[in-house]
Structure formats: structure tokens, C-alpha cells
């Protein structure tokens, strides 16, 4: 699949006021600031459809993308962000939790871990949450280029032991958005649930 022609579709407050649950859908998830924009922005191409931010917390909204007709690209808030009340926090847990149970167009998670301390608590209960469910989850280790060769696959290796214990369909990956390291496994995977 060519995902250079993605275009923004929508911004949705909240999960149930996002566009009809037709077609396949792949949702980008993970800890505020862990590179769910970029990853958006590196795998298609565009340097600022998906808004980054060195302030945690930017993407406040549930934005959805369309790579072609019944195919999109979710990115999701960031979790997990300090300073948002504790209420917010477990509001938007739930809504997470459900809409990982709910949405039928749901194809596959991306689950966005900051190389240097991947498998924080949140990360953890959203793999749990998406195991059980039965979706299928792409961890991206990012921002990889902050580790030296060696000390990153040693990470990449303990993260794949690691993700055995949640059972299910779970592929782990290191990534960078910076020197494009693992773009080829993530438009594999990609591809792979688009067509299935
Ligand atoms: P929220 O929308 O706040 O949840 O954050 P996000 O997960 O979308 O993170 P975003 O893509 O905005 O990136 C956060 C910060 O990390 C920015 O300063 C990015 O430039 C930086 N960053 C993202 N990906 C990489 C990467 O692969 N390498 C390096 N070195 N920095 C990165
Ligand atoms: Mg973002």
C-alpha cells in the first residue's frame, strides 16, 4: 500500500463521535510525546499532517486520517500525560479501553514505547486490554536513534520476550522517525492488515 496520498479527515472529541465504524481502520496509540505524530508523518511522506510537539500532550483530539476510501489511520491522544487530572486520565482510559473492545472497523493497534523505558503501566494495561480483545498489536519502539546499535537490539530482543506474557498477535520493532530504522516493517504490517 502506497500511504503517501493520506489526507485528514476529522477531528473527534471522543470515541463516539467518530465517522461510522465501516471499512478498516488501524489506531495509533501510546504515551504522550512517544512519536505517534511522526510515525504518522514518516509513513506517509508529509512532513506535518499529523501536528508533533515537543510539549507533551498536543494531540488533544482523536484525529483521523484516510489513506483511500474505508481505509484509516487513527492517531490517538497521547496517555498517560502528568498534567492532566487524574478524572480526565481514567475518563479517557475508559473510552480507550472501549473503543479497543467496540469498533468492528478496528484492524490492528500500533502501540507507540519510547525505546529508553518501554512497558510503563499504561502501555502495559492497553496491551492487556487489546490482547483480550483480540486485536492485533505492532509495537514500535521509537525514537531508536537515541541508542547505540548494540544497547538497541539488546532493548528490541528483552521487548520481544517481554510482550510473549501478553499472549495474542503482538510484533514488536524498533523505529525511528528520524533515520526512517524499521519504516519498512511498519508499512509491511500495515499492509498486511489493510488487504487481510
Ligand atoms: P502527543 O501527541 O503529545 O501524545 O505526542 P506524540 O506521541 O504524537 O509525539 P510526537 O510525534 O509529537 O513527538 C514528540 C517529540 O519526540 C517531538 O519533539 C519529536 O520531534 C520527537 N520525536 C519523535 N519521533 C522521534 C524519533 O524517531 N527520534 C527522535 N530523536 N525524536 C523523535
Ligand atoms: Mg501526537
Do not use: C
Request: proline residues 5%; positive net charge.
Amino acid at each position: 500500500i502506497n500511504f503517501q496520498p493520506t489526507r485528514f479527515i476529522t477531528s473527534a472529541p471522543e470515541i463516539s463521535k467518530l465517522p461510522a465504524d465501516e471499512g478498516i481502520e488501524v489506531a495509533f496509540a501510546g504515551r504522550s510525546n512517544a512519536g505517534k505524530s511522526s510515525a504518522l508523518n514518516t509513513l506517509t511522506r508529509q512532513k506535518a499532517l499529523a501536528r508533533t510537539s515537543k510539549t507533551p500532550g498536543r494531540t488533544q483530539l482523536i484525529n483521523v486520517f484516510e489513506v483511500k476510501p474505508d481505509q484509516r489511520l487513527v492517531d490517538l491522544p497521547g496517555y498517560g500525560f502528568a498534567k492532566v487530572p487524574l478524572e480526565v486520565k481514567e475518563k479517557w482510559q475508559l473510552a480507550l479501553s472501549e473503543y479497543l473492545q467496540m469498533r468492528k472497523s478496528l484492524r490492528g493497534l500500533v502501540l507507540l514505547m519510547d525505546i529508553r523505558h518501554p512497558y510503563r503501566e499504561v502501555d502495559q494495561e492497553l496491551l492487556h486490554w487489546a490482547t483480550d480483545s483480540k486485536i492485533r498489536v505492532l509495537v514500535l519502539l521509537t525514537k531508536a536513534d537515541k541508542l547505540k546499535p548494540g544497547v538497541r537490539n539488546s532493548t528490541l530482543l528483552k521487548a520481544r520476550e517481554a510482550a510473549l506474557v501478553f499472549g495474542g498477535d503482538v510484533t514488536v520493532e524498533a523505529f525511528s522517525s528520524l533515520s526512517k530504522l524499521g519504516l519498512d516493517k511498519v508499512e509491511a504490517k500495515l499492509t498486511e492488515w489493510f488487504n487481510d
